[in-house]
């Protein structure tokens, strides 16, 4: 019987056949789609399917040489679609910051030791090779794991070929074996050395002569080997230690699965988002952020508020915390973009926040075991967003972002459950504490983290809202918890729903104390009287041995509540964006009546009367703000709009230039003026101002036709 295979993989084709005597044909075939895997797995990383992309020579060689063993598939994808020499400049510095053992160093001391395994991979596996040494199987091996600690050669044996066996030890943070053999034969003198396969090439190999007719007939030709170099017969069957040859004499399939993933291990020495996020962002944050980027924990998870207002609260967890020194003071400084867009990407609304951090010494010394946790909120209108944030250190210049998907429902119609989230701890407020902060459900405190792990002395509290009930199901129905290992459950309670009232927060208090260490599932259901479920969320969590778990540092804004008025201000905002301004008149009206001397939210009032009309209304907002001894450009600049489209353009002008005594020059105050000045056939004015508008900027095409009509005796251009 005879079973082949033939594969085409691009430039490269493999094709074996095997005459199957001596074994079963599905041992055969079992090998030989390992050894495809293999094959398919050892070609450089990311080679597979790349288009062509023609840059200068310095970066080709970069790609296709000097890393060509170690850039990860995401990291090669998103060097090909670069399109600027400064681009791909700025991506390698990034490639190498990602791999710095010690980014604080001068040195990066993972970039020196590569380009020091090439250049010995050259010298060393070069030499009398018609091709560089970085190129063979030995250099390839080499630059991808380093020196090996036994390096032994077998060469002038008559009947063997050369060949090579090096050792490996304590590589298992790779997810390879404690200890391992790699070996490399020569077919001839003119020939490289070959990295050997016990599976694929078997013992035979070794031979300067076949010695039988069927190579598969592995058992026959190790002892032969064994008589003649019981070293290279010991690796000949498996590259395990320890493992050794079975009764039958077949090689290991466990020495070709060690092959394919000594090929990943350039795979685990990064994490490649990166990559992702720097072409991502690569316009969109500072070129010196965009080489630094960082990982993070985060979460997202909107709450009702008392008054029925979704509010979104989140979290930050970057993955390391870069501190600076001045003296003898520590300090770091964040600063947090958010922008939330809606399914046509138009910006709703986005804002920036900062968080500044200082530590004595001994603070230094513990935050080393400590992460940092950045807590934030902030109310959002109904409807469906994207939520995207980025991160930055001012200190160290790293970057970090996530995005998340938003569904903010405007109404329930059936009983719904939130997403559950998981406190390792809360903390109930004072009564006279009057300030909003993130997480905060009444005057209860909830201190969580996204990697939701805790101990198993531990007593967590889940928190999560229900909305749409009835008043049956609530004086009937009830809640069940149960944590879950697979279909198995290992703790329950149930809770009635009338225990619970008419509120729609829940938080449920759970002990963990007795159940072992391991990964589980809470689910919580909602059922009503007959046991029906109505409503279920799960939610995964981990219980660690560890007896304590060092928690984050939380640096959280609170907010004066001033009775909800910023919460009105930022969703008329929001409203306004996306040109629903009746609703957004609303809101600022209400933000405006809470806190009257607030100029931000009449100003934001008074936006949207102009957008809707409302000329008239405008002055009655804004004039009491002229007493105020810095009224802003936007009181003047509104006031003057409103007179203007009122016709009162005397009026108009003297706002106009009350914004310009106070504020400047701007093309918008210049272009206002000399539209007033010209209804009032004031031309020589209005020509003056539009010349000079024109001067901060050319590019006003509109102006120039105005400019021109002047010329013309005057004509009205309107």
Request: some cysteine.
């Amino acid at each position: 019987m005879k079973v082949s295979i033939k594969i085409s993989l691009g430039q490269f084709k493999l094709e074996k056949t095997e005459i199957i005597r001596s074994r079963a044909a599905a041992d055969i075939l079992k090998r030989s789609l390992l050894i495809l895997s293999l094959f398919i797995l050892m070609q450089p990383l990311g080679a597979q399917g790349i288009h062509k992309v023609e840059f200068p020579a310095i970066f080709n060689k970069w790609l296709e040489e000097e890393v060509v063993y170690i850039i990860t598939p995401k990291e090669r994808d998103v060097f090909l679609q670069l399109e600027t020499d400064d681009e791909r400049t700025l991506f390698i510095e990034a490639f190498w910051k990602q791999r710095d053992p010690s980014p604080g160093s001068p040195e990066n001391e993972f970039k020196t030791q590569h380009y020091r395994r090439i250049a010995y991979s050259n010298s060393r596996f070069g030499f009398g090779s018609t091709r560089p040494g970085w190129k063979t199987d030995r250099g390839r091996m080499y630059i991808i794991l380093g020196e090996p600690m036994q390096m032994e050669n077998y060469s002038s044996q008559r009947e063997l070929r050369d060949t090579e066996i090096w050792f490996y030890q304590d590589m298992t943070n790779y997810s390879l074996n404690q200890a391992f053999y790699l070996v490399f034969i020569r077919k001839d003198m003119a020939s490289d050395f070959k990295l050997y396969s016990p599976a694929h090439d078997g013992p035979h190999a070794f031979f300067v002569q076949s010695l039988m007719a069927d190579p598969a007939d592995y058992a026959t030709a190790y002892e032969k080997l064994r008589e003649i170099n019981p070293a290279i017969a010991e690796v000949s069957l498996s590259l395990i230690p320890g493992e050794g040859p079975n009764v039958a004499g077949s090689a290991s399939l466990a020495s070709d699965i060690l092959l394919k993933n000594i090929t990943l291990v350039p795979r685990k020495m990064v994490k490649d988002l990166y990559a992702e996020k720097l072409l991502k962002y690569k316009g969109l944050v500072d070129v010196e952020y965009s080489v630094n980027y960082i990982d993070s924990d985060y979460l997202v998870q909107a709450i009702r508020d008392e008054s029925g207002v979704f509010i979104i609260n989140y979290l930050v967890e970057p993955e390391r915390l870069s501190i600076g020194r001045y003296e003898a003071n520590y300090y770091t400084h964040f600063i947090l973009n958010v922008m939330i867009t809606d399914q046509e990407d138009k910006t709703v609304y986005q804002f920036e926040r900062e968080y500044s951090f200082a530590f004595d010494k001994e603070k230094v010394d513990s935050m080393v075991r400590t992460a940092i946790q950045l807590n934030d909120m902030f109310p959002l209108v109904p409807g469906e967003y994207k939520f995207s944030l980025i991160l930055r250190n001012t200190v160290s210049k790293e970057f970090s972002s996530f995005e998340e998907t938003l569904n903010i429902p405007n109404e329930f119609r059936t009983p719904t459950m939130s997403p559950l989230l998981l406190c390792y701890n809360t903390q109930t407020l004072n009564d006279k504490d009057v300030s909003s902060r993130p997480f905060q459900i009444d005057k209860v405190l909830l201190f969580t983290q996204p990697a939701n792990t805790f101990t198993i002395s531990d007593t967590f509290k889940v928190f999560f809202q229900l909305y749409g009930l009835t008043e049956s199901l609530i004086e009937t129905g009830k809640i069940s918890f149960q944590i879950m290992k697979g279909e198995q459950t290992v703790k329950s309670l149930d809770r009635e729903m009338k225990d619970i009232g008419k509120s729609y927060n829940v938080l449920q208090e759970i002990s963990l104390i007795g159940i072992p260490s391991d990964y589980y599932i809470l689910r919580v259901t909602l059922q009503d009287q007959s046991g029906i479920e109505l409503a279920a969320k799960s939610k995964e969590f981990a219980l660690s041995p560890v007896p304590g778990i060092t928690r984050p540092l939380v640096k959280t804004i609170s907010l004066p509540k001033e009775n909800n008025a910023i919460t009105y201000y930022r969703l008329g905002t929001q409203l306004s964006n996306q040109g629903r301004y009746e609703m957004a008149a609303i809101q600022f009206e209400k933000a405006r009546q809470k806190k009257p001397d607030k100029m931000e939210f009449a100003v934001g009032l008074a936006k949207t009367y102009l957008i809707m009309n409302k000329y008239e209304n405008i002055p009655l907002i804004l004039v009491p703000f002229l007493q105020v001894e810095k009224a802003s450009y936007e009181v003047y600049y509104l006031l003057g709009k409103a007179a203007q489209y009122c016709n009162d353009y005397k009026k108009a002008i003297g706002y106009f230039q009350e914004a310009v005594s106070h504020f400047g020059l701007s093309p918008t105050l210049l272009n206002s003026l000399g539209e007033c000045q010209f209804r009032l056939k004031h031309y020589p004015e209005a020509e003056k101002a539009w010349k000079k508008s024109l001067e901060l900027n050319a590019d006003q095409p509109q102006i120039r036709k105005l400019l021109e009509a002047i010329k013309k005796d005057y004509p009205h251009p309107f």
